[in-house]
């Protein structure tokens, strides 16, 4: 089953904490994504904004909570190219994730994952019991 979404409407801006660089906008979306649409969303997005000159304090993590959009750190520098590269994210993201399931990563692409995983919790300190013998 395809999973779309679309800008349902303008962004809305938030002033920061003080100390914070930029703004907060909100764009809302038309509906709630999946956890594989929000995270290849804010893939796209980065990718997009790659290069772009102040966006060094854009925060692209999570940044689709609930129904919308949110990003922080926006500078008024970007404003400008933002849009388009949102909207350009949003319909990108909808044609990779056209009739794949959330759970659609290659069987072997989660093997490799929990090798690489167990490798590291190996070497791992755990709490106050250090590393592990024979790992000195």
């Known amino acids: 089953m395809a999973e779309e979404h679309t ?3 303008p962004a809305k801006g ?3 904490p003080q100390g914070r660089v930029g703004v907060r906008l909100r764009i809302p979306l038309s509906g709630g994504p999946s956890g ?3 995270r290849d969303l804010s893939a796209r997005l980065t990718a997009e904004l790659t290069g772009h000159p102040s ?4 925060v692209l993590n999570e940044i689709v909570q609930g129904q919308e ?11 400008d190219a933002l849009a388009g590269a949102v909207e350009r994210a949003v319909d990108a993201t909808n044609r990779a994730c056209a009739d794949a399931p959330d759970n659609s990563v290659p069987l072997k692409a989660w093997e490799e994952a929990d090798a690489i995983a167990r490798t590291v919790a190996k070497h791992q300190r755990l709490g106050g019991q250090g ?3 024979g790992h000195e």
Do not use: M, N
Not at 55 to 58: C, F
Not at 70 to 77: A, I, K, N
């Open 55 to 58: 966006v060094g304090h854009l």
């Open 69 to 79: 959009i949110v990003l922080d750190g926006v500078e008024s520098e970007e404003a």
């Open 131 to 133: 590393i592990p013998e």
């Open 14 to 16: 938030e002033p920061l």
């Open 7 to 9: 800008i349902a409407g």
């Open 36 to 38: 594989r649409w929000s």
